[in-house]
């Protein structure tokens, strides 16, 4: 029996409503003001929260979590399966950790308005506010901050008091930086708790993605057309289009890695194990209920049809 037939039988057993999505890695999604490129003279409460994250837990890091900065998000689009910022970034937000949003340009006021209204991006919303404008009844906190805390009670609404100098230089007093750092990881803690294992549903986007991760994972290496044809076996309906968007997602936040060979693009897993805790169908034989043997065996009949997709593994994964 070749690897994929051993992969389809494999994906056929699972019951897949009874199994569970799980994070691999712990990823949050900053967005907010622009950043200057000058250390000395920050732009944005992002920029020198970011700076204050990097001193104090390192660079590309908040709280335990990786950085993926919405700059990323906007490089990636143009070679991307997206057609606009706002579809890309629901994407992204659905198989973060938490989303961290600090409302201080219009950009971020015309995300809050977006964010509220996705379910899987509100769920793992932080929204970080000035202090002086939080409790004071405007279009935002009367609108999008009402209706985010009124269709998700534990909404994390933060306020914090920073300056702006009539250059645009953002600066903030010492207490105001030391209580971020405790209240923005503690909030993405909250938030995370929920979301850290779900049972599999399909018509959640960040479920689809993560299934798509697994099916590379199982794979180690996957064509496109690899990954379109676990969906089916799956019994999981999804268009070429939407396939195209969670791999270009993962990719994005750094999960999959794509790799050219020839005339073909092969997707590397990046995690350390399946986010995928499986569940088996009723009549699956004792046996073959071992997931991590089962696992096994794919993968040493991979490595004897097709090495090189091991060899990609090994060399590209990250793991």
């Given amino acids: 029996m070749g690897f994929f037939e051993l992969v389809s039988e494999f994906l056929r057993n699972i019951d897949f409503e ?65 057609s606009n910022l706002l579809d890309l970034e629901e994407y992204i937000a659905a198989i973060v950790h938490a989303v961290l949003l600090i409302v201080e340009s219009p950009g971020s006021m015309c995300e809050l308005g977006a964010f ?15 202090s002086d404008y939080k409790n004071v009844p405007s279009f935002i906190t009367s609108g999008a901050v009402k209706f985010l805390e ?5 909404a994390q609404v933060l306020g914090f008091h920073w300056n702006v100098d009539k250059n645009g230089v953002i600066s903030a007093p010492d207490y105001t930086l030391d209580e971020m750092d405790i209240a923005i990881p503690e909030a993405m803690r909250q938030v995370h708790k929920v979301h850290e294992k779900e049972s599999f549903r399909k018509n959640k986007i960040g479920h689809l993605i993560y299934l798509c991760l697994a099916f590379c994972h199982l794979l180690r290496s996957a064509k496109l057309a690899d990954i379109k044809e676990c969906f089916s076996v799956s019994g999981i309906v999804i268009d070429e289009t939407a396939v195209k968007r969670c791999i270009d997602t993962l990719v994005i936040c750094k999960l999959l890695k794509a790799v050219e060979n020839g005339k073909l693009t092969y997707y590397v897993s990046r995690v350390g194990r399946m986010p995928l805790e499986i569940r088996w169908r009723s009549g699956t034989p004792n046996p073959d209920r071992n997931t991590l043997r089962r696992i096994a065996r794919i993968a040493a009949e991979i490595e004897r049809e097709e090495k090189f997709r091991i060899e990609m593994f090994r060399g590209h994964g990250n793991v």
Avoid at 64 to 76: F, G, R, S
């Fill in 150 to 154: 009124e269709n998700y009670p534990p």
């Fill in 116 to 130: 509220v209204k996705t379910q899987e991006i509100r769920e793992k919303l932080i929204v970080i506010m000035p």
């Fill in 18 to 82: 009874k199994s569970e999505i799980m994070q691999p890695q712990k990823l949050v999604f900053v967005c907010g003001g622009k950043a200057s490129n000058k250390a000395d003279e920050p732009w944005s409460m992002r920029e020198l929260l970011l700076q204050k994250a990097a001193q104090t837990v390192g660079s590309g890091k908040l709280g335990d979590a990786t950085i993926l900065l919405a700059e990323e998000a906007i490089k990636a689009l143009e070679k991307s399966s997206f």
